[in-house]
């Protein structure tokens, strides 16, 4: 069997090795994203990440209700999620606290705020990667709410923010001023709305930039390019890599394909589809070897594409080599989920590939299914036992392979496969490739494999 490099060397073909500028925004519920739907698009952090683009990396670790005094109620700093930011090692830092340190209970310590914001910034300031420190005032309270008191944060917050910001040379960003005069954004009186939290991502951004930009409200969170001609969004799901693909315009239904591994790699089935009107999602399992963690990981990705996007409760899972397993894995165990599989030169058998004679990634796999050796056996490890669930509901699957395939050799896994789910009574096609290996995978013309999917898609 070829070594795994006929596995992974397209992870490195498709992605690009380059520091970006990590910026971590320290806040409350409003940094949050508290009364915002869908927070990983549409909350500040988010926005900003947006506008700076790809060479930024954003982290939101605001936390609900959180204040600067460590005397008060749930004061930031006493907080795992503080010590997360410090770890983060960021470029930037984005303070803005205050909101609730406004409250009665909080209030009653304000000889500490300003002492307690210096504790928080000289913390900041030790970190090796000497961040800039940018101070916030809070957002415009438009009623007293919660104890939130808007008449203290001008009087009593603001004007300490400023005199710590002139002693220590660090740069004020306006939020309470950019959000005055637009009570209809924060619709309870605290918390902006998506429209209002632009508004402050926008003037985060000019701060930051020293220049000034709109921004329109994106289909889908995080970077936004072009692919194909078509519009292209990367963003993190899970702390993992995700990229959903736009068509120009959406078939009935809004029918998607899903990779879980590979994006990009021999697209043409991707692009037909596109061009058909389906969404083409990826979500970046390929190192989990189909474990549970990565089902679980998987149900939940459908989910958010479904519950936030209105994308099809039904999708074609497209597993390319190690990615089918996974395709097996996670269909097996979402069969009212799936529309078909799409399965291509597919790795059916963990004991033929990575196997225990590679030890390091037969560990890798072992660690990974939080199993100890003796515990991995052939009915999690080979594809050929998810088929009974799969032909049961009925799914249809399509193959593409080589019949020289010497990494995932086509009579040792996807022959098997189609062997036994024909017994099943399942509906598969199989294309075989002559005289071709592991790779290229796909069709230059895909038109089988697309039809098959549009067919088996409602």
């Excluded at 500028?21 to 009364?35: F, M, R």
């Excluded at 390019?225 to 799901?237: A, I, L, M, N, V």
């Excluded at 991707?270 to 149900?299: C, E, M, N, R």
């Amino acid at each position: 069997m070829k070594k795994i490099v006929l596995f992974a060397f397209i992870v490195f073909l498709y992605s690009t090795a380059y520091t970006q500028i990590k910026v971590a925004c320290i806040g409350n519920s409003i940094t949050a994203g508290s009364g915002i739907k869908n927070r990983d698009k549409d909350s500040y952090p988010s926005v900003l990440n947006q506008m700076l683009g790809k060479d930024y990396l954003v982290r939101n670790f605001g936390i609900s209700g959180r204040i600067i005094i460590n005397k008060g109620d749930n004061p930031y700093m006493k907080e795992k999620t503080y010590r997360d930011a410090l770890k983060f090692l960021p470029d930037i830092v984005i303070i803005k606290l205050g909101t609730n340190d406004s409250k009665p209970q909080n209030w009653k310590y304000k000889n500490d705020f300003k002492s307690d914001l210096e504790t928080m910034i000289q913390d900041f300031q030790a970190l090796s990667s000497q961040p800039k420190i940018y101070l916030c005032t809070p957002a415009k309270a438009y009623g007293i709410q919660w104890g939130i008191n808007d008449s203290i944060i001008t009087k009593g917050i603001i004007p300490i923010i400023r005199q710590i910001a002139q002693e220590k040379k660090l740069p004020v960003i306006d939020i309470h001023t950019a959000t005055d005069n637009m009570p209809n954004l924060f619709p309870d009186k605290i918390h902006p709305n998506p429209e209002g939290a632009i508004i402050i991502a926008e003037t985060v951004y000019e701060s930051i930039k020293n220049e000034k930009q709109y921004h329109t409200m994106q289909a889908f969170p995080g970077i936004k390019s072009k692919w194909e001609r078509y519009d292209r969004y990367d963003f993190k799901f899970k702390n993992r890599n995700a990229i959903v693909v736009v068509p120009q315009k959406a078939a009935p239904g809004n029918p998607w394909i899903w990779r879980p591994a590979f994006f990009a790699a021999f697209p043409s089935v991707d692009i037909a589809l596109l061009a058909k009107g389906f969404h083409v999602a990826y979500y970046d399992l390929t190192h989990l070897y189909g474990s549970p963690h990565a089902v679980k990981l998987g149900t939940e990705f459908c989910n958010y594409m479904r519950d936030f996007y209105q994308l099809s409760s039904k999708v074609t899972v497209e597993g390319f080599s190690r990615g089918g397993f996974f395709a097996f894995n996670w269909a097996a165990q979402n069969t009212d989920r799936v529309a078909c599989l799409y399965v291509d030169a597919p790795l059916c058998d963990l004991f033929l590939w990575p196997g225990r004679d590679n030890k390091k990634l037969w560990n890798d796999v072992l660690k990974e299914w939080n199993l100890k050796d003796n515990q991995m056996t052939e009915d999690k490890g080979k594809s050929i036992y998810r088929l009974k669930a799969l032909a049961e509901a009925n799914i249809p699957i399509i193959s593409v392979c080589g019949d020289s395939d010497e990494a995932v050799p086509f009579e040792q896994h996807m022959d098997i496969i189609r062997k036994r789910y024909l017994e099943l009574g399942g509906t598969v096609r199989v294309i075989t490739k002559l005289g071709c290996g592991h790779h290229p995978h796909s069709l230059t013309d895909p038109t089988p494999i697309v039809n098959f999917i549009l067919k088996y898609t409602k």
